[in-house]
Structures are given as C-alpha cells and as structure tokens.
C-alpha cells in the first residue's frame, strides 16, 4: 500500500517507451498535414526538420534532469529546484496547459472517427465515454495502465508501417514536390511565412513525448530505464514522421490532404481505392494511436496535478492517492472535469473564427514551447548552481545541444505569439489568474517546499 504523497514505482524500461511514443503517436495519425496549408510540402519539411531538431536536442538534455530529479511534478520540480518557487509555479503551469487541453481535442477525435462508423453515435458522448473509460483504467493502476497504453501503442505503429508498405510503391517525388514551397514551385522569401505558421503542426508530430517524466516516481531504477526509454522514443518517432509525411504526401494530390482530420486513409486511398481492405483495416486500427495519446496524456496530467497540489502549488486534496491502486485518483478526475467541461464548450465558446477545441491545440502547444524554455533553462543553472547534484545521465553534447534546443524553443514562441496574438494574450491572462492563487497561499507553499527535495532523496535512496 502506498504511502500519502507517495507513489508505487512499478514501470520498466518497455512500459516507459511505450508511454513516451503513445503520448505522441496521435500527432502521426491527424492534425500535422494543416502545416501543409500554410507551408506546403517542401516549406513544412523545413519546419518539421527544425521542429525535429529542437525535440531530440531537447531529450537528449531533459533526460539529464529526469534522471537526477526523478519527480512527479517533471518540468516544475526542476524549475522550482533551478529558479524557486516563481520557476516552478510558470513551468507547472505551462505542464499543466498543455497536457489538460491536449486531451478534450483527442477526446473529440475519437468521437468524430466513431461517428463516421456509427452515424447514430453522438462525438460528444462518445468523447465523455472515452474519458471515464480511459480515467478509470488510470485509478485502477499505474502498471495496468501502462500495460494497456504499450498494447495500443504497439498496434499503432505497427498500422503506420502497414500505411507506409502499401502507400511506398505508388510514391511520386513530382507529386510530393509539386507547389511544395506554399503553393510555389520554386522557393522565395515569401515562403518563410508559411514555414513559421506551420511550426505548431510540426510540433504536434512530438507533442508531449515529455510526459515520460511525470512517471518517474513510478518506474523502476530510473536512472537506467528513462533515459532509454527517452532516446528510443525520440528515435521511434522521428522515424515515424518523417515516414508518414514523405509517403503522404507523394501519393498523390496532396493539397487534398491539407485541411482534413484523416489524411492517412485519403492518402491510401489515392493508391488501393476506397473499398481495399488494406483501407478499411487502417480505419479501424488507426482507432488505436488516438486512444494510445488520450489515455497516456490522461497518465500526465494527472501526476502533475498531483505534484503540484503536493508541493502546496494547488489546493491539497488534489493530491489524494488511492488507497488501493496507489495512483492519484482525484488528479485523474480533476482533469477529467476540465476535459469534459470543454467538449461542451466546443461550439459555444469561439475564439478567432475557430471552436474552441481547435484553439485549446495551439494552447496546448504554447503551454510545451513554454516548459521546454524552462527546462532547458533549468538544466544550464542546476550546472552552476548544483555542480554535485548526482547526474546518472548528464545531458549528451553539453552545452552545445542543450543550447541548441533552448534557441529553437524560444524561437518557436515567438513564431507561436506573432501568429496567434490573441490567445496568447488569452494564455497570459490565464497564468495572471493562477498567479493570483499562487500569491495568497504562499504559506500553504512554504509549508510543502521542502518536500521536493525530501521526496527525491527518498526515491534515489529506495531506487537507486
């Protein structure tokens, strides 16, 4: 039975991989292709290239924080640690933003793919079923949980190399190129506008892999387990992408695939038809890479519920855990609550012409740009100022890829802010609200501060 404030350690490397692909894998199966609106197909390699480039600079470096400070809490457990209590209360709130808005979108998702199947079936229902489905498989256990989320991951790739060997012999490097520079065939200035406007739909290719780190309390012998867990994660799915996009888009007309939520049955259908079987089975399977997303990001953003309420930065009974699992039940339903909150919201609250779950994806996105910043920032004091922390990974390439990820980084939130002014003014608001709680619990805070440090003594101590 698991202590108050504690959680039961009970992953290995295999459960830590299959969440750090399964938090992703959605991004493989919808939304990256509207880059291709703004970019085209030439101009959004470029951004995924770059977008790439920040993700496996930016692991090969949060791997060294994950491992020394193997905290629920993640990313805020290093900035407070880095930058005291203001660091940690601006990087658990970007965590926060972007793993509770992630999944009401996912959620909508699976509700829209069923719908198609099912007519009769309505996408909001089936969106709250999927909630309180995948939420009560995460209060049952972290290892079943984990268990089910490596199941469904593994069919999920394994139905992207199905898409990738059928698609391969129709693929045309003419019709992956053609007007590949935003509708141009040849490349100018102009095309850098729509590189920078599509950096967001690149960055969902690799959404949340980060998440990974909010199970460190709970996997075994982290020093070991996460960093290869994280480095063949990055590599499964930058493999993954660059497969999916490539392949996509030279099956055919691809600015047919630009606007739309299920660009990999219509790209496979331009080859084999619409009543192959190879497309009816990508259909159905494809089910499972949403589900491997939503369930893992319910993973995440229950843990940092919890470690932020543990730490006094949200109200205490957040960080209840359950007596039996040992999981943080009441983190799980309290993003729940949110998530479900939001799809019916959908089309009642209406930001730039958009829905609301189409906007709270690029809030999503503006909470990682904002944590990664942070971490990376994290990482470079944490150097200076606890030169003898124990680092069982220190970050590869120090401190040139480190660098080069928080550069990246800060240029995709300036690239975020310039082309989506308002709800970043929006997310600005939001963090001035959290601040005001943050403000006037202070002794509620100071009352749980030490406890970062206790708890990771603790876990090193038991797991190390």
Known sequence: ???????????????????????????????????????????????????????????????????????????????????????????????????????????????????????????????VGAYLVFMALNIVGVKTAATFELFVTILAIFELLVFMGVVAPGFSVAHFAAKGWAGSDTFSPAAWSGIFAAIPFAIWFFLAIEGVAMAAEEAKDPHRTIPRAYIGGILTLVVLAAGVMFLAGGAGDWTKLSNINDPLPQAMKMIVGEHSGWLHMLVWIGLFGLIASFHGIILGYSRQIFALARSGYLPGFLAAVHPRFGTPWVGVLAGGVVGILAIFSDQLIVIGGQPLTANIVTMSVLGAIVMYIMSMASLFVLRRKEPGLARPFPAIGYPVLPAIALVLAVGCLITMVWFNTLLSAIFLGAMAVAWVYFHFFTAQRRAAVAELTVVSVEVVQTQG
Do not use: C
């Open 1 to 127: 039975m698991s202590q108050p404030g504690q959680l039961k350690p009970a992953l290995n490397a295999w459960h830590l991989w299959g969440l750090a692909v399964g938090l992703v894998i959605s991004g493989e199966y919808f939304g990256w292709s509207y880059g291709w609106a703004s970019a085209g197909t030439l101009g959004f390699l470029v951004a995924t290239i770059l977008v790439a480039a920040m993700y496996t600079t930016f692991i090969f470096s949060f791997t060294e924080l994950t491992t020394a400070i193997p905290h629920a809490g993640g990313p805020f457990a290093y900035a407070q640690r880095a930058f005291g209590p203001t660091g940690g209360f601006i990087a658990g709130f970007a965590t926060l933003v972007e793993f509770v808005f992630a999944p009401p979108a996912i959620a909508l998702a699976i509700g829209a793919y069923l719908n198609v199947q099912f007519p009769a079936l309505d996408p909001k229902w089936v969106a």
